[in-house]
Each structure stands twice: as structure tokens, then as C-alpha cells.
């Protein structure tokens, strides 16, 4: 997700750059909505960034203020309807909008709202906000104020109308959003890779409640919640976040050496070489190499155009894109015991998959070391996580789990040593899919499809 305002700027082509940065928060589709103060319009499809978008398209977007969105989905089937930023008409105005997280409420919300066209979250909240601005006269940030409270779960939003930016995170932060400079333009972005893709300075990261409201003069910051309070999902640090990408003070790359460094602490281990699994798991396989002086070797070759298998729409497709996106070096395993480090298990397909490729290429022994603990709760706050009975480790311990994977040995890191990897404290964190603890009530009954209608 990524939005910028500013003088005299082509918005769309720097949204574009920006998309680009994010692409691996989701690979379903994309979209740019962009506004010249006097038109707002929205161009979107299916695919990746360089899939949706070329020179001619772009050309025509002009503008200065655009907003723009790569999705995956957790609400909603992947289809072109479901698609980002979504847009509504409003008389001579209109207002789009771009969603990263989950709502709780959905249900409730779909009924209030009478369920309208709306087969998304995304679009639930796009309707409250533009039935605010109709019915009440109101702006948009007048508007948002008065809807955000009634929205539960995680939402990190940009939105846009014809002449105003604004970015809000939740009042628990469940998703990162930034804020950045460039000269006089003003930017809202998921990660800071993508402001450091486009040149710009990095400010600071929105707190959870705050709304940034920006417009000709400038930032401006509301807070719409009560009590609002951290609850930054920890996994964006296992998994989902770029490796050069900034949170709590430090590199996600850095973060996650040191979770190989408290691994390798945690779990020694006999072995010959330590080989990590693309491209994750790398900085962690470092990091365990450096303090257990087992050497770091590239056993495994990732195709680098392939992309990433967890946040594929269907598990078919996922294990499809296992064997297409990694392979093994027989010249480097064959006789050794090998260290395996990758950084978490969700379903189980692919890591099976990887240890019988390990396995074919002649290791001794297989220690699989895993930099996050076991991943055994479902998630609500936006990944495609919602059912328990896929989850590998939900219902099976840890010996369990080795003996399914086929693997000599397997260790996960523990909850404290990850946290304590963050440099934050444990306070500031969602660790719901990890120990089930969940900051809010969720809807366990509510399926990914509840608002698609059935012919």
C-alpha cells in the first residue's frame, strides 16, 4: 500500500515505483488510483505490477495525488471486483480507498450496511465512509473520524479523495504504515523500502489510532480511537516484510540474524554446513552460521521469478510453485549433515517438499531449525491463515512434526528469544498465530468468503 500528494508530481509513475517495493505483500493484483483535483480515477487488474501497468498506462494517469495497492487476499476471492483501490462515485467528488489487515466485524458491518454490492471488507469500509460524506455533508477526514471507530480488527488504510491524502493505522497497529518526504511531496507507504525506492526520507512510522491527514498545507494528525495501544504483528518481522524495510529502530535484516544467532544458541547441533531457505531465511541461516561456526553454504537455488508460495491464493498453486522455485545442489549436500534453516512452517506442503529435495540431493542428516516458534492459531488480522485444521503444528508436537517432514532433528525458536530479537518489548507485539493470545475478539465461525454472493 502506497499513497503520495505533492506539487507539480507525476503521482501515478511514483506510485508505480512504489508498488514495486511491495509487490511481495501480495501478488494477486494491482492498482493505482490517481487525481488531477479535478477527475479521481482508478485503473486495476489481476496480475503483478509490471503485469497491470506499462508506459501507455501509466501515461494516462496524470496527477499529483494517487494512492496504490498490490493485493493479497483475506477477505473476498481473488478476482478482478475484489481488486484495489476500491472506488466510489460521490456527486462531483469521490473517494478511494486501499486496505492492508482484516477486519473482525464483517458480518456486523455487511448487515448495518444492508451488504449493498460490497463483497469485501475493504469495500464495507469504502461504503461507510462514503455514506458519511453523502448523508452528513461531511469531508473525508470529517467522515473518517466519525466511521473508523465503528470498524474492528486491522486496518492500515490509505485514502483519497480529489484533493486530499490520508493514512490511518488501527488503534492496535496490527499493520505498519509510514510516513515520508520527498521535497515538498508528502508519501504513506506499508513498508520504508518503498519510500527508499522513490528517493524519499524516511519520518516516521504512524502510531496505532493516528490519522495523518494531508493536503496543500501539509500533514496533519487526529486520533479517532480511544485508548489505542501497540499490537504490531509480529510476523511482519518472520516473514512478511522486505529485509531492508525499517521497524522498531532497526533492519528487518538485522532482526533476523539475530534470530539465527539465538537459534543457534537455543539449538546446537553436529552438523557440516549450514544452508538456508530462500530468501527469508537467509539473514537467520547467517546468523546461526556466525555463532555456530558451522559453515554457511548456498545448497538450495532459487528461480528469482517465481514468487512466494505462502501468499499464493490456493494451495494447489502453492505446491505447484515449490518445485518451480527452488532446487537443490547435489555437488554441495551430497555427504553432509546439513543444517536447514528457514524462518517459520505454516501449512506443512512446502517444507516437506524442501527436505525431500534435500534428501535427493544425498544429505546425511537434515536439522531443520525454524526462526520463529510453532505456528499452531489461526489468524484474523490479515493473513490467509483463518483455518486451524490446515496449520501443521495445531494439533501436533514438535517430534510430531519431524517425523512428518522426514527430518533428524527439528527446533523452532522460542517466543522470548524472537522478541528479544525485535529489540522491542513484549507488550508491543500481536503474537496470536503463535500463542494464541488475541488482542480482540475474533469471528471463528466467519469464513474468507462470507460477503461473495452465490448465484
Known amino acids: 500500500m502506497f499513497g503520495v500528494i505533492g506539487p507539480d508530481i507525476e503521482a501515478a509513475r511514483l506510485t508505480y515505483f512504489g508498488l514495486f517495493a511491495l509487490q511481495h505483500r501480495g501478488q494477486e493484483s494491482a492498482g493505482i488510483a490517481v487525481s488531477d483535483s479535478d477527475n479521481l480515477t482508478v485503473y486495476k487488474d489481476l496480475g503483478l505490477v509490471a503485469q497491470v501497468f506499462d508506459e501507455s498506462t501509466l501515461a494516462g494517469l496524470p496527477g499529483s495525488l494517487a494512492i496504490g495497492h498490490t493485493r493479497y487476499s483475506t477477505t473476498g476471492s481473488n478476482s478482478w471486483e475484489n481488486s484495489q483501490p476500491v ?6 467528488n469521490g473517494i478511494a480507498l486501499a486496505h492492508n489487515g482484516n477486519l473482525t466485524n464483517t458480518a456486523h458491518l455487511a448487515k448495518s450496511t444492508d451488504g449493498g454490492i460490497s463483497t469485501t471488507d475493504s469495500e464495507l469500509m469504502t461504503d461507510a465512509i462514503a455514506a458519511s460524506m453523502s448523508q452528513d455533508g461531511a469531508d473525508l477526514a470529517e467522515a473518517l473520524a466519525s466511521v473508523l471507530p465503528t470498524f474492528e480488527g486491522a486496518f492500515s488504510l490509505a485514502v483519497m479523495d480529489r484533493t486530499t491524502l490520508v493514512g490511518v493505522r488501527d488503534p492496535y497497529g496490527f499493520r505498519p504504515l509510514c510516513l515520508g518526504r520527498l521535497d515538498e511531496n508528502w508519501l504513506v507507504a506499508s ?12 519520518v516516521r512510522q504512524i502510531s496505532p489510532g493516528e490519522m495523518v491527514v494531508i493536503d496543500e498545507d501539509g500533514p496533519k494528525s487526529h486520533y479517532p480511537f480511544e485508548n489505542p495501544t501497540s499490537s504490531l504483528c509480529l510476523f511482519e518481522f518472520v516473514y512478511f516484510a522486505r529485509p531492508d524495510s ?3 529502530g532497526q533492519t528487518i ?51 528469482r521469478y517465481v514468487g512466494r508460495t505462502f501468499i499464493e491464493p490456493t494451495q494447489t498453486m502453492r505446491e505447484r510453485g515449490v518445485r518451480m522455485k527452488l532446487n537443490a545442489m547435489p555437488g554441495v549436500i551430497a555427504g553432509k549433515r546439513v543444517v536447514l534453516v528457514d524462518d517459520s512452517i505454516i501449512r506443512g506442503s512446502t517444507t516437506k517438499q524442501l527436505v525431500a529435495m534435500v534428501r535427493e540431493a544425498g ?73 494464541g493470545d488475541y488482542p480482540t475478539d475474533v469471528p471463528t465461525t466467519d469464513s474468507k468468503y462470507l460477503l461473495e454472493r452465490t448465484p
Open 253 to 303: 535484516h538485522t532482526t533476523r540474524q539475530e534470530m539465527g544467532r539465538l537459534l543457534a544458541e537455543q539449538a546446537p547441533v553436529d552438523a557440516d554446513i549450514t544452508v538456508p531457505v530462500p530468501e527469508s531465511g537467509i539473514p537467520a541461516a547467517q546468523g546461526f552460521a556466525a555463532v555456530s561456526g558451522i559453515p554457511y553454504i548456498d545448497g538450495l537455488v532459487k528461480n
Open 87 to 92: 472506488f466510489r462515485h460521490l456527486g462531483s
Open 191 to 202: 513498508e520504508t523500502a518503498a519510500l527508499d525506492i522513490v528517493g524519499a526520507e524516511f
Open 246 to 248: 525499517i521497524l522498531f
Open 363 to 435: 544429505a546425511s542428516e537434515i536439522h531443520l531449525r525454524i526462526s520463529s516458534p510453532p505456528y499452531r492459531w489461526p489468524c484474523f488480522y490479515g493473513m490467509d491463515t483463518g483455518d486451524r485444521e490446515t496449520l501443521l503444528a495445531s494439533s501436533r508436537s514438535v517430534d510430531e512434526i519431524a517425523d512428518h517432514l522426514g527430518v533428524d532433528s527439528l527446533v523452532y525458536l522460542e517466543l522470548e528469544n524472537l522478541i528479544e530479537a525485535t529489540g522491542a518489548d513484549a507488550d508491543a507485539f500481536c503474537t496470536a498465530c503463535l500463542s
